[in-house]
């Protein structure tokens, strides 16, 4: 678990070194993004039993997707913008990564956060998930999401709730 945990750690990390190399501002929405998964992957590395399971399927995935914008970035050296795509593979990784971060948050929600059986550091681990959870990613909206892909987005919506039934 950890070391999915790591790599998709330091796969964000590379994302944001080709964003910034690009020309991307600190304050952009994929770098923000990246910083938020970092955090929630390195809070879910601590994680046991079932939870670690699905923890490590969405870091597993969500690295897939980060791989896939840095391999863009490389081949086609330059930033990424997502307006000007025609076959919108970059926002299906988008998306991917959004939801997938919602999915993280939501194991962080459901696991026993802040507990000392997590990680035996109890109120550090509690004020840092706090964070991830009060994030302004998991509440993000899809106005500008292309008709192709809301089919993707509603059977993505029915196998997180899916996730979230079967936890319960």
Known sequence: MQNIGFKCIAKEADLICELLNHGAEPIDDIIQQSSMIRMCALSLVHLQG????????????????????????????????????????????????????????SILKGSSFPSSKVSGKGDQNGVAVEFLLAAPWQDMHFSNVPVALMPVLNIWDSLVVNMQITQE
């Open 50 to 105: 079932a939870q670690a399971v699905d923890a490590a399927a969405a870091m597993v995935g969500i690295t897939k997707e980060c791989k896939l914008m840095c391999d863009w970035i490389k081949t086609e050296d330059k930033l990424i913008t997502f307006s000007m795509f025609p076959r919108h593979e970059l926002d299906e990784c988008r998306l991917i990564r959004i939801r997938t971060l919602n999915v993280m948050l």
